[in-house]
């Protein structure tokens, strides 16, 4: 219920309509009144003999403040609070909109966080392409050999009893030997086509059973073939120095370690003519630093031609860094040769990264 109220005439009136007095009359909300009511005693003569009931405003009203142009200022107070609760709604809407930003940083900063933590998994290699299968008990290539039937390398031995694989014009050939005498063939293939060769540990002997008819207290017993032909299958291929200098290559990992486990010795070809003091003019450096720092030249006397390299090894060159005794601490000097079990691995890669042949070996020594 509202109040009646003149320009400060009178002060508040009840809500009757008295008729005589005079307008501009204001409506206001009501104020809490005070119960029970207050009487107040008008003049005799103001509206007779009986005295009327008036509620007078207790605090915090107080209805002499819109006396004498009060509704003006009320109104004009209103308007202010009109104009503050704009201003407030703005403020909340612009406070919203700010909330939203910081939300939707939030939540990518949190994916953020959540990729660093749990990073995908990386894609998997690229597929290689199925290699060539591994002949067994096989010929070289006319190409790699001296054109009699023979290696390249050394004198006299036989071109047969390889194992290779040829990709077009490259091929990739080893072979096992009692040094000086027959040829080791194969004694079987594992699951993961590995060639297992078994021999004689020790250095070279007098051993007629397999053709050896010298000693050396300074070779081992069995040599590692390798040889590598870009020119096979000719005419056509790539000659060496083309084929290396373009970017193919060309390894041999020979393991020195003994027991089941494998640390590779690694050997890259480079041509280097000017290094070279065998027939061909491709020498092998150190392809890590695992033994040596990268790059040393560790062979330089390969025999071959302009398409073909090829050489024997033998444990013996490297018997320093063979450890003799993986139970004791550091590299453990003793024999060349010792028993154990060696891999033996020749790989080569075309010019455009793709392997072309892996022929892998292991050797059996007791």
Not at 144 to 159: D, E, L, V
Not at 219 to 225: L, P, S
Request: charged content about 15%; glycine content about 10%.
């Amino acid at each position: 219920m509202g109040y009646l109220f003149d320009k400060g005439r009178f002060g508040p009136y009840l809500p009757y309509d008295f008729g005589w007095h005079s307008p501009p009359f204001v409506f206001v909300e009501p104020c809490i009144l005070p119960t029970p009511p207050v009487w107040w005693e008008l003049p005799w003569g103001f509206l007779g003999t009986k005295a009327l009931p008036l509620f007078y405003p207790t605090p915090p009203c107080d209805f002499g403040h819109y006396g004498g142009g009060g509704s003006a200022q009320l109104l004009a107070e209103i308007a202010d609070l009109k104009h503050i609760n704009i201003e407030l709604r703005d403020d909340i809407a612009d406070l919203t909109h700010d909330i939203q930003v910081l939300t939707t940083a939030v939540h990518d900063l949190e994916e953020q966080i959540d990729d660093l933590l749990h990073p995908p998994p990386p894609p998997p290699p690229p597929l290689e392409p199925d290699l060539p299968v591994i002949q067994l008990n096989a010929t070289l290539d006319i190409t790699a050999t001296k054109g009699n039937g023979t290696w390249i390398n050394g004198s006299g031995i036989p071109a047969t009893g390889v194992i290779k694989q040829v990709d077009g014009h490259s091929e990739n050939a080893e072979m096992f030997t009692y040094r000086n005498g027959n040829t080791i063939q194969p004694f079987g293939v594992d699951q993961d086509g590995v060639v297992i060769f078994h021999g004689p540990d020790g250095p070279q002997v007098v051993d007629p059973a397999h053709g050896v008819s010298s000693a050396n207290a300074a070779r081992g017993a069995v040599a590692q073939g390798f040889s590598f032909d870009t020119g096979a299958n000719a005419p056509g291929g790539m000659a060496q120095q083309a084929f290396l200098t373009a970017g193919g290559q060309e390894f041999v990992y020979i393991d020195l370690d003994p027991t089941s486990g494998v640390s590779n010795l690694a050997l890259r070809a480079e041509y280097d003519p000017i290094h070279a003091t065998g027939s061909s003019p491709v020498v092998f450096v150190a392809a890590d630093s695992l033994y040596f720092p990268e790059g040393t030249i560790l062979v330089n006397d390969n025999a071959g031609n302009d398409f073909v390299v090829q050489n024997f090894t033998n444990l013996a060159f490297f018997n320093s860094l063979i450890d003799h005794d993986p139970n004791v601490a550091g590299v453990q000097g003793g024999p060349i040769a010792p028993a154990g079990t060696y891999d033996f691995e020749t790989v080569m890669v075309n010019i455009n990264g793709q392997v072309l042949s892996d022929v892998h070996s292991q050797l059996i020594l007791a």
